[in-house]
């Protein structure tokens, strides 16, 4: 069962217990610290916001109030707001239930600073609002105050245009009065800008709870009684060209060309349309919000990766093994698994290749990251596989006695074998006339044998010669006529009716 929701008491002025020193006034109210007060849904230290008589907002603030009690259901919600904003907690109200005041959460000591007055004298815990943005760097320096780099001024345009777009685009509200009293900054700690003085916030549709009034060289060209989603945008264009454009004049500046040079030709586009823009044609506070951040050099999504290939997926160990990957928006990417070492990357390449060294089969992650979120993959499996090694065995030689050997007379082999036959030189056949009478047909007969010596039947015997053997019938008598094929082929030649059949 859901329990109706109940929007949260109005407090008196005795509720509040001891006022604190006065932290600060203006022409519509004054603010006091609150040390006794706590309440169980707000953190932090509280202030109280006295109006002064007549300047209370008509209707009163108990919708604002209502709307952050609200967001207790949502907790991511209701802290974003409690970072952005000074959002009233609660109504103080007299006996017949006026109005007297609100009571806030109180201004973080980061936004605070010492500044020194053109009198000489220093006043302590001022809040750092962002009219000093727009002081040329010189003077500011003379004064003691901050003089923020060029990315520290967009990061302060960046945190700006959040939180505008987290009031219209999750809240539904518009801011109203923006000008340069009503914000104040930090340095080195995000979200670096807080608005404050939320009098003239509203939802849309809603109406106004106090005259709208917009402050002097913040006036949208719609009018100056006109305070809507349009004219926070008009006025965010207003902020992002002053703050980027510090130096003398700037707090009344309304030229976007003044900007060439510090914006890029989006940047520049985005303001022009914001500043001399029909309303429908400014640009959104996200719109900002995301051209900063990009601007800067950051991602304006989770991360996600796309491609993920190895160059193989076996491996001998000790070996690299190649990942290619692909990741939008990623700072980083970050390859570990079982048995490696984690492998980091920058992610702003958008894709590239990561070596690493598995030393065991098993699966890879691969982790994208940025400020916004986490992308995580597994791989496939990649086998590692062991390479057999060698080594030298050392084995002794063994250590072998030389025989005593005696020298030896060697017998004469000369005498031993008998002699070489010393006979006449073996005649050599004349080739050339063989050659000559196998091409010639008129050489009819071979030549004539010619005797060789006859090699011993032992070594030693006779040198006695012997003839060629007889090779005449080899060669044919080409005088003789050819031979009859048809007796050859057939012997017995076919007579009388078989020769006819």
Known sequence: ???????????????????????????????????????????????????????APVHGMRKVIALRSRLRTDPALLARLDDTTAWPVRQVVDDDGALLGLVLRRIPDEFLH??????????????????????????????GLPTPTPDERLAICRDFAAGLAFLHDKLNVAFGDLNARNAVFRLGTEPTVMFVDCDAVRRVGDIAGSPQLNAPD????????????????????????????????????RDPDQARGVLDTTGLAMLTRAVRGAPAQRPSAEEWHRYLRRALGEANDP?????????????????????????????????????????????????????????????????????????????????????????DLPVPMPVLPMPNLLAL???????????????????????????DALADPTVLTPPEPTGLAAPPPVFGAGTSAVPFADTTHLFPDRSAAPPDLTALLYPDPPTGEEATS
């Open 114 to 143: 010492d500044l020194r007055l053109p009198s000489g004298r220093t006043a302590h815990d001022r809040p750092r609002e962002v009219q000093f943005l727009f002081i040329p760097p010189d003077r500011a320096l003379q004064s």
């Open 1 to 55: 069962m859901t329990t109706a929701y109940q929007p949260p008491d109005d407090l008196t002025v005795g509720d509040l217990g001891r006022l604190g020193e006065e932290l600060g006034a203006g022409g519509q109210a004054r603010v006091y610290d609150l040390p006794k007060l706590t309440l169980p849904d707000v953190p932090g230290s509280l202030v109280y916001k006295e109006y002064r008589p007549g300047r």
């Open 303 to 391: 991360p996600r990766i796309g491609v993920l290939e190895f160059d193989r997926t076996m491996v001998a160990a000790g070996e690299p093994l190649t990942v290619r990957w692909s990741a939008t928006e990623a700072d980083t990417l970050t390859v570990s698994g079982v048995g490696i070492d984690d492998v980091e990357v920058s992610g702003a390449a958008g894709s590239g290749t990561i070596a690493v060294n598995p030393a065991r089969t098993g699966r890879l992650v691969v982790t994208a990251t940025n400020q916004l979120g986490v992308d995580r993959r597994v791989t496939g499996p990649v086998a590692v596989y062991d390479v057999p090694s060698f080594a």
């Open 409 to 435: 007379d060697l017998p004469d082999v000369g005498r031993s074998l008998p002699s070489f036959p010393t006979s006449q030189p073996v005649a050599v056949p004349p080739m050339a006339s063989v050659v």
């Open 218 to 253: 913040w006036e949208p060209p719609e009018g100056a009684d006109v305070l809507s989603i349009a004219t926070d945008r008009y006025k965010l264009g207003l902020f992002v060209l002053r703050c980027l454009t510090p130096g003398a004049g700037c707090s009344i500046n």
